[in-house]
């Protein structure tokens, strides 16, 4: 059976693209996405299911890295995440409402 079509990377790929936000860890697309394995599999067979190793890029980006780049882009991801560009916001806002005041 292909890799790619069995069960446990199916509910592993459904999990990463849950955790991580649906959007390339990249450049911020909404799709179409991949789950790429930051270590390729091709030469690292051991952690082609570990979360560790995914990350969630739009298919220019997946196909543009290849196998030869290993760049792991969920440390740049926040700013590319809506709701936490809301959460921020909404905090400035309830700053400047509040005399300057954050609530903890």
Known sequence: MNFYHSKEWRRLRYQVLKYYGGRCQCCGSKGPLHVDHIKPRKYYPELELKLSNLQVLCAECNLGKSAIDQTDWRQ??????????????????????NGGKLRI
């Open 76 to 97: 740049r991801q926040r700013h590319y995440r809506s709701y936490n560009t809301k959460k921020v916001l909404a905090a400035i806002d309830e700053f400047n409402w």
